[in-house]
């Protein structure tokens, strides 16, 4: 059974620091990973989707890698901004299945 | 284009009232899914749909029932509500190939 964890669970950074975000899970046999960001009181919006052919994906200031052979995705973000201030989910899909298994979300706040 | 919609967007029920939480999407996905999120838990499946006329089970299907008559309509229903049901319910759908998850903005449900 895939199991999904993000540690830390909480994450607090001064204004202008590069962070990273760590997403583990116990399955390597997945098609695709992807990071959500979520705001208080609001819906999931997609930030990057990594397949499982794929290393890397960058989109502005953020990059999420994947290893599969050690069950890993970073999300790296640069030059953080008090708007980055957000919970921040991975889900892994898992082949052979439609679905996806979510982590429980790294709650990341920044400081002006 | 208006995404995925939810409706309600809050609801209350006393427990044993029933109910149908509606999901549309106009991005003719063939996917879709409901999910709850309740705190220090991440999101978890409930069910899901690969097509018009099929549902399978996710993670948590207990207690819950769905449909998916329309491919753009995917309703789940709670006959005899629990105040364990007490959560934030989201509806997502994805296309054919590995793309991206589009999430709703959410349903707000509270069992008394």
């Known amino acids: 059974k895939q199991e999904v964890t993000q540690i830390p669970a909480a994450l607090s950074v001064p204004e202008g620091e590069n962070l990273v975000l760590n997403c583990s899970f116990t399955?390597?046999?997945?098609?695709?990973l992807q990071w959500f960001r979520q705001d208080p009181g609001k819906g999931l919006t997609s930030l990057l989707l990594?397949?499982?052919?794929?290393r890397e994906q960058t989109s502005g200031r953020l990059n999420a890698s994947l290893d599969k052979s050690s069950g890993r995705s970073t999300l790296y973000i640069a030059a953080s901004q008090p708007g980055d201030s957000a919970t921040y989910l991975c889900?892994?899909?898992?082949?052979?299945?439609?679905?996806?298994?979510f982590g429980t979300g790294t709650r990341l706040k920044v400081l002006a | 284009n208006a995404g995925v919609t939810q409706t309600p967007k809050f609801r209350v029920l006393k427990t044993g009232q029933s109910m149908t939480l509606l999901c549309a999407q106009d991005?003719?996905?063939?996917?879709m899914y409901w999910y709850r999120q309740d705190p220090g838990m991440g999101l978890r499946l409930i069910h899901y749909?690969?097509?018009?006329?099929?549902?399978a089970k996710g993670e948590v299907p207990d207690g819950y029932n769905v449909s998916r008559l329309k491919k753009q309509n995917f309703l789940l229903g709670l006959e005899s509500a629990a105040p364990s049901q007490t959560s934030v319910y989201f509806c997502?759908?994805?296309?054919?190939?590995?793309?991206?998850?589009?999430f709703g903005p959410g349903t707000r449900l509270l069992v008394l």
């Open positions: 889900a892994v899909g898992t082949s052979g299945t439609y679905k996806y298994i």
């Open positions: 991005m003719n996905h063939e996917y």
């Open positions: 749909s690969v097509g018009e006329g099929t549902t």
């Open positions: 399955d390597s046999a997945i098609y695709n």
């Open positions: 990594i397949q499982s052919s794929q």
């Open positions: 997502a759908s994805r296309g054919l190939s590995r793309e991206t998850q589009y």
